[in-house]
Every structure is written in C-alpha cells, then in structure tokens.
C-alpha cells in the first residue's frame, strides 16, 4: 500500500510529534499500524504517513456498506436513525436537507418520513446498492466537491462520521458551504478525541479506526476547523448523559469492531461470530460504566458566519 506523509488540515504546517502508533483492526494487509502526529502549531492530530487516495478507493470495498446485519444490529441501528432525526428536527429550522456522506441512505430514508425534503450526496458507488430507486434519484454519486446543487437551496447539511475521513476536511467544508441558505444550519458529528475514554484508551480506542480517520478531533481543533471554513459554532454537545441513544451507537461500534478484529484472525469462524459480539458489547457495557459522564461523540451546530 502507498502512503503519503501530510501536513496539518488546519494551519497547513509539517512539524508535529508522533502521539503513538495505532493497531489497525480491519487491514488485512501491510501495513498492520499507522503514526497519529499531533500538530506542533495548533493540536490537530492526524494520520500520517496514510494511504494515497487510490489505495484508500480501494479499502471502501462493498462489503464496507452492505455486511449483513444481525436483528439486534439492525434495531440499534434503528433507534440511532430515530435519535438523529429526533436531534435534526429540534435543532434546525426548515426541511430541505442535504446528508453528506449518506452511504446506504438509512437516514435520508427515515428524514423523509419524517417529512423532510432529501437529497444526499456519497462519493462510493458501492454504497448505493441497496438504495430504493425512488431515494436514489435523490443522491449525488461524486465527489464531494463535486457536488452539483444551486446556490442557498438547503436548510440543513448533515454530515453524520464524515469529516474524520475526508483528505481535505476545510476546503470540504467549503465547498458545500455555498448550498446552504444564509440562515441555514450545519450539523456534523465526530468522535471526540479528547474524551476520558479516548485518552485512557489510548491506541486502542476503537475510534481511531487507522487508515480510515485521518483527523483526530478535539472540541477545540473541530471548531477551528469549521471557524476556518466559514461557520460558527451556535450549539456543541459532548455530554453523554445527555444523549443516552450513544450508548446505543457505541455498543454498535464496538462491537462491530470486536467481531471484524476476531473475524481477520479466526476466519474459520465465519462472520459475526456470537463470541467476539458479546465480547465486543462487554467491553462496551463496562467501559461505559467506566468512563461514565465523558461521551467519545462530539456534535456542532453551526452557522454560516457573516
Ligand atoms: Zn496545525
């Protein structure tokens, strides 16, 4: 696999220092670990060396989007899309919304029948297999930036785990910063790298997710970084007792993770082994308990500034 060293998404500098090296759990191939570096200049830990662009084309694989799921997976997962839609509906105004990054289209699907007018927008082909044809009319298979939609037509832009993955996360930002209407709002959802969790956790915090996230964020580097691009910060949420549906989106991580790590070294033991998900739904459950009151998710809303 070729990688590339980079330098900071944010101030653009090189100079940083190795924070330490992460185990990649869903690589089947070299290499098996990669650097997280801190920025010298303004904090922002990132991946690097990390694949070139073609290599990472590549692990976005199909099975990426559609491994199938267990009925308890596919519930959670449901209850998540319900909090989200809960979350969008008291958090914005107006119904013309744009998901970045949608992937399989689940919450465009459960936003219009909420009532929300929806539209997407989803780099891999791939992902798109299982959309209905009457959703897929609806998203935009293209890059990101280019994404082809007029000036000031969204109330809303979503982008739900995308930002720790795109090579360009500040001009990202924006460029479909022009879509959104003047008075519109900017949601987005990372995971939070200066959670309890993450730092006792350490490199094995499952959320570092090498070679797919490429930033590491803070509170403080995620909203630099959308400050950079042109939004305020209005709302920022990384209290997990508040949003007790993380727990659910947690257990899903994680136990997804245990399985993919059990499933690379035991393939005799086929998919989703049922050892590897208690496991992986153990740890969570007790580190949850842990590291209770400290959220490994961070939301922003924001607007456009002015
Ligand atoms: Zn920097």
Not at 151 to 165: P, S
Not at 166 to 190: C, M, N, Y
Request: a positive charge.
């Amino acid at each position: 696999m070729q990688l590339e060293p980079v330098n900071c998404a944010l101030c653009g500098r090189a100079e940083s220092d190795l924070v330490f090296s992460v185990p990649s759990l869903r690589l089947r191939t070299e290499p098996r670990s990669f650097e997280l570096r801190r920025c010298r200049s303004c904090g922002l830990v990132r991946l690097s060396p990390r694949p070139v662009a073609e290599a990472m084309a590549l692990l976005y694989q199909p099975q990426h989007y559609t491994a199938p799921r267990r009925d308890l997976v596919r519930r959670l997962e449901g209850l998540i899309l319900r909090e989200r839609v809960s979350y969008v509906r008291s958090h914005t105004r107006g119904h013309r919304i744009l998901d970045v990054g949608c992937g399989t289209g689940s919450l465009l699907q459960a936003l219009s029948m909420a009532g929300y007018d929806v539209h997407g927008l989803e780099p891999y082909q791939d992902a798109l297999a299982g959309v209905p044809e009457g959703l897929r009319s609806r998203i935009q298979c293209r890059p990101f930036e280019a994404a082809d939609y007029p000036a000031d037509n969204f109330d809303i832009i979503t982008l739900w785990h995308v930002l720790e993955h795109l090579a360009r996360p500040v001009e990202t930002l924006q460029s479909i910063r022009k879509f959104l209407k003047a008075d519109g709002t900017l949601l987005l959802e990372v995971p939070n790298f200066a959670s309890r969790e993450a730092r006792w956790l350490g490199r094995h915090w499952y959320n570092l997710d090498a070679p797919y996230h490429f930033w590491h964020f803070t509170p403080e580097t995620l909203e630099a970084v959308v400050q950079r691009a042109g939004f305020q910060v209005v709302a920022r949420t990384t209290s997990a007792v508040t949003r007790p549906v993380w727990l659910l989106n947690y257990l899903l991580l994680g136990a997804t993770t245990a399985a993919e790590w059990w499933q690379a070294r035991h393939p005799a033991w086929g998919k989703w082994p049922r050892a590897s998900l208690g496991l992986g739904l153990s740890l969570c459950l007790g580190s949850r308990v842990l590291f209770a009151g400290s959220c490994p998710m961070m939301r922003l809303v924001c607007r456009k500034s002015t």
